[in-house]
């Protein structure tokens, strides 16, 4: 379980997709949960989101990717966390991911991924019990 | 219907009937619920009667076919005379590839096309652009240059085929190569038909591909608007497009009122333009989602038509019938299909594009059960297209006008609908129109509590969705998934170096540089695009040009 600390996450939207209605449910539920949420918006680059991450201390980065290019864009920024020290940071994604990347990403780059019909506690669960205190 | 004495006596039976026969019944055999609503969280009743439609005047609300109001469809003789066209969105990979499954696809009794653009294209980057890595040719097809849109189109007549083009932020540059590839072919712009999208309000609310900020953004759309009605009178100028509005979580009547508020915001652009409202609007047409609940997605197309026939007329005035008439497109709910069990999904379709017709639509797409896993393979769309085809053929509903009207559910849902999205609008309206209700992100908001609210009705159980939350199985992760080449976007980058190399460069820089200049004027930009794209400028140098003068749009974060 957490400790007392409030959980800080960052969902973030990588590449151009602008399929976001997923991104904000999720932000909505984990704020719900008693989270801290922050929200990138649209067309970030890893970059963006890495310095966004350490800048506002986050426990938890959230990507959200519809658009296929997850293979390009999560190992990327799992990568420059690396650079910044900021490889504690949980890592979980979501979107439309086939079975077989999720078991090469999974093991490179991100600790979880939530494809679509995930209920929002399930993400809430996982944040809880996984998030590095 | 008027008659009173019969509407007392219905009152009086029907109180009868309620106190000797329902409510015995019910205390033996009670509802599965206390209150029953429709998809969009309208109320239904146990039963509508003429009670619930007293109001309905036929000639007044209905009319016929063909005529004002046009509640009950825009042709006379609907699908008797001809069916919709069948429209399957496609566009993958590269230009060869999107071409192969064009001509499978009318090789299969398809008969419009429907071009899908990959990410950067939506969004005026080449595919060497450091922003484009990783989206090259993934949901549609890459087009850099007319180069590319040649290949897209070869060995397909375009005299006789249709096209529609998701295209908004940069519409003006591939209409402009779609024109330029019709020349080559020996056609005139006059032949052509076929629809852009163009609708970029609707991109800063729901669907993210914009570029520029508002105000140059509604030029461009404008331009196009006047160009094509001098040179193009077959073409739909603009796609006013509910579909994404739906997809983002927005209810029917959110829908329906979106659209609308944002079509009367181009309408009123055009006429600020110095446009005469019957010259463009007769080019108008619109994009609707279907959703599973049948007969609130029937009424929701019939209220639509009603609603903006209305709002022409009285609003803005205009005289051509044709102004008047609101044709849509409609897509299936790509967010309603499951990547559980997904040959379900092909079931929600077929509901779905029941809904469609029997609101009478133009034109159709239905989605591909494997949508929520991957882009759909070649099977997967042929099932999709013969669900439209079975219904066509099989169904029977095709064989008369809009056979649910005299329903008293359906009617009363038309009524319903059509209030609640004109009350929604009369609030834009006093909001200052769309562009300002979406700069204030009030209709961000408004779509954003309703999807929260889905969601949470799904995960509470209070909705039920077959295979996500109920009768759930164990599966197999899904096989034989359509999977882009990753080698196409260095295919890709090495066409475009190769054009760079090959093409008159100083051409290049003076038709740039001509649009650049006439960007700062107030002169219709598309014949200089279309000069640019005739010299092979790439889509990225035009948009790279029109962003220095225009500048880019920053979008405010709501949640």
């Not at chain 2, 004002?68 to 006379?76: A, D, I, K, Q």
């Not at chain 2, 060869?96 to 009318?106: A, I, P």
């Not at chain 2, 897209?152 to 375009?158: N, Q, S």
């Not at chain 2, 508002?214 to 100028?237: G, V």
Request: aromatic share 8%; net charge negative; hydrophobic share 35%.
């Amino acid at each position: 379980m957490v400790g007392h600390k409030t959980i800080r996450v960052l969902i973030a939207k990588p590449g151009l997709d602008g399929h976001d209605r997923g991104a904000k449910v999720v932000a909505r539920a984990l704020r719900d949960a008693g989270m801290e949420v922050i929200y990138t918006g649209l067309r970030q680059t890893p970059e963006q989101i890495v310095e966004t991450a350490v800048q506002e201390d986050v426990d938890v980065i959230g990507l959200s990717i519809l658009s296929g290019a997850h293979n390009f864009i999560f190992p990327k920024v799992a990568e420059l966390l690396k650079e910044r020290g900021a490889d504690d940071i949980l890592v979980i994604g979501g979107g439309v991911i086939p079975d077989e990347d999720i078991a090469s990403l999974k093991a490179t780059c991100v600790s979880e991924i939530f494809t679509p019909g995930t209920p929002t506690s399930e993400i809430i669960e996982y944040i809880n019990q996984h998030v590095k205190k | 219907m008027e008659d009173k004495k019969s509407i007392e006596n219905l009152e009086e039976k029907m109180q009868q009937w309620e106190n000797e026969k329902l409510k015995k019944f019910l205390e033996k055999a009670p509802e599965r619920k206390e209150t029953f609503y429709t998809g969009s969280n309208i109320e239904v009743k146990r039963l509508y009667t003429e009670l619930d439609v007293e109001e309905l005047d036929y000639l007044r609300d209905l009319g016929f076919p063909g005529e004002y109001p046009y509640t009950r469809g825009v042709h006379p003789t609907m699908y008797r005379g001809k069916y919709w066209t069948m429209r399957q969105y496609a566009g993958f990979g590269t230009a060869e590839e999107s071409n192969e499954r064009y001509k499978y696809l009318l090789s299969q009794g398809q008969t419009g096309l429907s071009v899908a653009f990959d990410l950067p294209t939506q969004i005026g980057y080449d595919s060497d652009h450091p922003l484009a890595q990783g989206e090259v040719g993934k949901v549609g097809v890459a087009i850099d240059s007319l180069k590319d849109m040649e290949i897209l189109f070869d060995g397909i007549p375009l005299d006789k085929v249709s096209t529609s083009m998701t295209i908004n932020a940069p519409a003006a540059i591939l209409l402009a190569m779609y024109i330029a590839v019709a020349e080559k072919q020996g056609v005139t712009p006059d032949k052509l038909s076929g629809t852009i999208q163009n609708d970029i309000l609707k991109e800063y609310v729901a669907r993210g591909t914009y570029i520029f900020p508002p105000a140059p953004s509604m030029r461009l759309i404008t331009d196009i608007f006047e160009y094509c009605s001098k040179n193009m009178p077959k073409w739909n100028t603009i796609s006013i497009s509910g579909y994404h509005i739906r997809e983002a979580g927005a209810t029917a009547v959110q829908e329906l009122a979106f659209t609308l508020a944002n079509g009367i915001a181009y309408v009123e652009a055009a006429i600020k333009a110095g446009l005469d409202v019957d010259e463009f609007a007769p080019r108008l047409s619109f994009f609707f989602n279907a959703h599973n609940d049948l007969f609130e997605e029937v009424a929701k197309f019939r209220a639509a038509r009603r609603l903006w026939a209305r709002i022409m007329k009285e609003k803005f005035g205009a005289k051509n019938p044709k102004s008047l008439m609101l044709r849509f497109h409609t897509q299936t709910a790509g967010s309603t299909l499951t990547a559980q069990q997904p040959d379900n999904n092909i079931i929600r379709v077929t509901i779905q594009a029941l809904a469609a017709v029997l609101g009478g639509t133009q034109s159709l797409h239905t989605n591909s059960r494997d949508e929520a896993l991957a882009l759909p393979t070649e099977d997967s769309v042929r099932i999709a297209l013969r669900t439209q085809q079975i219904i066509a053929h099989e169904s029977g509903v095709t064989e008369t006008v809009d056979p649910l009207a005299g329903s008293y559910y359906v009617e009363y849902l038309t009524n319903t609908i059509e209030q609640k999205a004109y009350e929604y609008i009369d609030k834009i309206e006093k909001l200052g129109g769309a562009a300002k209700a979406i700069e204030k992100g009030y209709i961000q908001q408004e779509i954003q509590e309703s999807a929260y609210k889905y969601q949470k009705d799904v995960e509470a159980k209070n909705r039920i969705v077959v295979g996500v939350n109920m009768y759930q199985i164990k599966e197999e992760p899904p096989k034989g998934l359509l999977r882009v080449n990753p080698e196409v976007e260095k295919r890709q980058i090495s066409k475009l170096s190769e054009l760079k190399s090959s093409r008159d460069n100083d051409k290049v820089k003076q038709t740039l540089e001509e649009l650049k200049h006439k960007a700062g004027t107030d002169e219709n930009l598309v014949p200089y695009i279309l000069q640019c794209v005739k010299a092979y400028c790439t889509l990225g140098e035009i948009c790279q040009v029109l962003r220095e003068v225009f500048g880019e749009y920053k979008p405010q974060i709501s949640l």
